[in-house]
């Protein structure tokens, strides 16, 4: 597993494949650990920096596998979740969360209405309009949003492998957990839309009538390239085929 940033400059958008021609859109909100130079670390430990807290260690080489394989364009956040969790909406607490699990963000604590417009406007409104721009010009009928969860939440360890997750729009997540796999995979765990995790799927997806599901894997199931190629392939065996029902249900 890298523990470093996956980009190395202030990138608030990352694109990849934009011509892709799968039908499918994916997303990765917590792809890099990157934190701009004047934030000064947040104030974080270099442990803290490179923990699951600050990003989703092997989302992003996974999502790129099923770019490639799904002939998908991709749109990633270049900065860490802790700078902005572009996977929440600029007036929750936890888009620039002054606590995560365990670890407390100095950087992010007792921000004003000025700092946290400022966040937004660098980080959430960037990467809210490429998707928006994306679906518009590839047209999907799927979004998919690739994470990964630490196996340890509290003290506590976590039996679930794979999440498929839904919010409103279950035709994406009903297919895929048809699919039978090696692993466990559970509806809605280790998280679920009662724990605010939906929102890109709601904005994105739901709101614009596209099939979506959120998919999150179990980290340490992510830690070498060969794991992260074969978690790949699974997810491809179970995103084919429900991509195949819903284009037959929608022809």
Not at 37 to 59: F, I, K, M, Q, T
Not at 162 to 190: C, F, K, S
Not at 214 to 223: F, G, Q, T
């Amino acid at each position: 597993m890298r523990n470093q940033s996956e980009t190395s400059q202030d990138t608030a958008v990352i694109v990849e494949n934009p011509m892709g021609q799968g039908g499918v859109l994916i997303l990765c909100e917590h792809a890099s650990n990157h934190i701009p130079e004047y934030l000064n670390g947040l104030g974080l430990s270099e442990a803290d920096r490179v923990s699951h807290a600050a990003w989703d260690p092997g989302a992003l080489p996974v999502a790129r596998m099923l770019s490639t394989g799904l002939d998908a364009p991709l749109v990633a956040s270049g900065i860490s979740r802790l700078v902005y969790d572009c996977n929440r909406p600029p007036e929750a607490p936890s888009a620039m969360p002054e606590k995560s699990e365990l670890i407390e963000v100095p950087g992010n604590r007792a921000l004003d209405q000025a700092e946290r417009d400022a966040r937004t406007k660098a980080y959430y409104e960037p990467f809210v309009e490429a998707v928006a721009k994306m679906t518009e010009a590839a047209q999907p009928k799927a979004i998919v949003t690739m994470h990964t969860f630490t196996p340890v939440y509290y003290g506590e360890p976590r039996r679930t492998e794979i999440g498929i997750l839904h919010d409103a729009d279950t035709r994406l997540a009903d297919a895929m957990l048809a699919v039978e796999t090696d692993h466990l995979v559970e509806r809605n765990e280790p998280y679920g839309p009662n724990d605010g995790v939906t929102h890109s799927l709601r904005i994105h997806g739901v709101e614009k009538g596209i099939a979506n599901v959120m998919i999150e894997v179990r980290n340490d199931l992510l830690e070498t390239e060969a794991q992260q190629t074969a978690m790949a392939e699974t997810l491809l065996t179970m995103l084919r085929p429900a991509l195949e029902q819903l284009e037959a249900h929608d022809a």
